[in-house]
């Protein structure tokens, strides 16, 4: 069920875009990346339900862990013109 709408493919590709416009070394960025989707990932274990504004919450504070800049630009994604 889950599956319908996250891709772990698809977050590790969104976040190497979102590093890139940051101009984050790539490095740096991998290790982020890895524990970033690690944590969303034991988050969705056990949980049958949830909305997409569940699993970008989960993301962003896994993300605010690792990575001041890449959280807020993701906090804040939709948000920019």
């Known amino acids: 069920m889950l599956d319908q709408f996250f891709s772990p493919?698809?977050?590790v590709s969104d976040l190497k875009t979102?590093?890139?416009a940051l101009n984050l070394p790539e490095g740096s960025?991998?290790?982020i990346i890895k524990h970033t989707l690690?944590?969303?990932l034991t988050w969705l274990e056990g949980r049958d339900i949830i909305t997409k504004s569940d699993?970008?919450?989960a993301v962003?504070?896994?993300l605010e862990k690792?990575?001041?800049d890449?959280?807020?630009l993701y906090e804040n994604r939709n948000k920019f013109i």
């Open 9 to 11: 493919e698809a977050l």
């Open 18 to 20: 979102s590093s890139r």
């Open 29 to 31: 960025v991998e290790p």
């Open 38 to 40: 690690e944590g969303v």
């Open 55 to 57: 699993l970008e919450r």
């Open 60 to 62: 962003s504070r896994e």
């Open 66 to 68: 690792y990575s001041p």
């Open 70 to 72: 890449l959280h807020l």
